[in-house]
């Protein structure tokens, strides 16, 4: 079982289920390095990575390029009842293939239960609780 503190590490110093950065746009180093998802999706798509300053979608929709801020919903299907929203904006944009894209997202004036609402769904998800059914009280 992951605890707040090992997410917390993962994200802020590396691991095998983090990323180095070394995939980050051109010019724009990664400030905090990323964990991993897998089940997390957002309003656009399937979120593949996340870390405490945004996350990576790949989507079939076509990306906006306006780096205006919207708002954006994080659930998993194990909590789809408990979903996290929260502000972002596209930082950069990748076509995948003829139908896919990738889209970076950056968060903005995250708040601290939003911050800590990213964290549990990031804990959730590398232990595999969003794949598992919840417990009804």
Avoid at 16 to 39: I, T
Avoid at 128 to 133: A, D, Q
Wanted: proline share 7%.
């Amino acid at each position: 079982m992951w605890g707040l503190e090992r997410i917390l590490a993962l994200m802020n110093a590396g691991d095998r289920h983090a990323g180095d950065g070394s995939d980050a746009p051109a010019g724009k180093p990664r400030r905090k390095p990323r964990v991993h998802v897998e089940m997390l999706r957002c309003d656009l798509g399937e979120v593949t990575d996340l870390s405490q300053t945004g996350m990576r979608v790949r989507t079939t929709r076509k990306p906006l390029l306006d780096s205006a801020p919207a708002e954006v919903t994080l659930k998993t299907p194990s909590h789809a009842d408990e979903p996290v929203s929260l502000t972002a904006r596209v930082v950069w944009a990748k076509r995948k293939g003829l139908t896919e894209h990738e889209i970076g997202f950056e968060f903005v004036d995250l708040t601290p239960e939003q911050a800590g609402g990213v964290m549990r769904l990031a804990r959730d998800c590398i232990n595999g609780e969003s794949l598992r059914p919840r417990k009804v009280a």
